[in-house]
């Protein structure tokens, strides 16, 4: 397949490469410039030559990395599944979606347990940014996406308490001086000055192919409105500590959470925490990345 080309081959390809976050939109069948891109960027990523147009080498390896797409994800068509939670349910399931809607923005207020207009109308913003049938009901589409964009709730969130960073659990290298402590097991970052933690956010990190590293390192460098050269993404309020890894505010994982990536980074989705990360941290100062 190549530029110019389309039909049901191109639907599966542009599918396949969403899969993998190369291709976003909808999947409209022809082979144009963002599927051009999109299979530029999966080839040069595999070591394959980056010609844009799709071998028997590059649909290998893409198949060998992903699903055979369905009919109604070929098409576009999105059809709302059972009702898992609705307008007057109540319990510690609602309690838990509430909290991870909280996470990313959509539900304001405290966590109360009962599915209320307010609930409502949060599922509803929630769906119709991420492409779910707009129902306000929870399916289990709608709850596997906000899983997969959150991290399980702590017992304060579900009981509107506010927690005080804590040195509990933190890596021993991060107990001294001034440190950028990251830790992939808890999907967390904490900013700490001399065993006293200032600052905690959620991260995310790159893909099993391209892992963000682990180890001690230093803020080699800060960049305020950093695009990468390599990607052409925005990547602001960049603290490279690594190569081309470095901590930043990412506005794809504030709007999709934990169902993408980074290309390595971490990722930060907390702008106002970022902001303030970035005021305070100084060259030289460690970064500590551990399991």
């Keep these: ?16 490469l969403r899969q993998l976050e190369w291709f976003a939109g909808d999947i409209t069948g022809r082979y ?30 893409l198949t060998s990395r992903t699903r055979q797409p369905s009919d109604d994800e070929l098409h576009n068509r999105l ?26 923005a959509w539900f304001s207020g405290s966590v109360t347990g009962t599915y209320g ?21 929870v399916d289990q589409r709608t709850l596997d996406r906000l899983r997969a964009m959150t991290r399980t709730p702590s017992s304060d969130e579900l009981h509107n308490r506010t927690p ?21 097991s808890s999907n967390s970052l904490v900013w700490v000055i001399d065993g006293k933690p200032q600052l905690r956010m959620d991260v995310r990190f790159g893909s099993a192919e391209l ?22 993404t925005r990547m602001p309020y960049a603290m490279f500590f690594s190569g081309g890894q470095a901590v930043h505010y990412s506005p794809d994982f504030a709007a999709r959470g934990y169902s993408g990536a980074s290309h390595g980074c971490v990722n930060v989705r907390n702008l106002a925490g ?9 060259t030289g100062d460690k970064v500590i990345v551990y399991r």
């Design 211 to 232: 892992p963000t590293r682990e180890g001690t390192f230093s803020v080699g460098w800060k960049s305020r409105d950093h695009v990468s050269s390599l990607y052409h």
């Design 117 to 137: 207009p307010v609930t409502t109308s949060a599922v509803r913003g929630f769906q119709g940014k991420r492409e779910i049938p707009v129902t306000g009901e």
């Design 32 to 61: 144009q410039a963002a599927t051009l891109e999109a299979v530029e960027g999966f080839q040069d990523k595999r070591g394959i030559t980056a010609t844009g147009a799709v071998d028997k080498q590059t649909w290998a390896s």
């Design 164 to 184: 005080k960073p804590s040195a509990s659990g933190l890596d021993s290298r991060c107990l001294t001086g001034r440190a950028i402590c990251v830790s992939k």
């Design 79 to 104: 059809r709302p599944g059972s009702a898992l939670m609705r307008s007057g349910s109540a319990g510690d399931r609602v309690r838990d979606l509430q909290a991870r809607l909280k996470q990313i």
């Design 274 to 282: 970022i902001q303030s990360l970035f005021s305070q941290a100084r």
């Design 1 to 16: 397949m190549s530029r110019g080309d389309s039909g049901t081959r191109v639907r599966e390809l542009q599918h396949r």
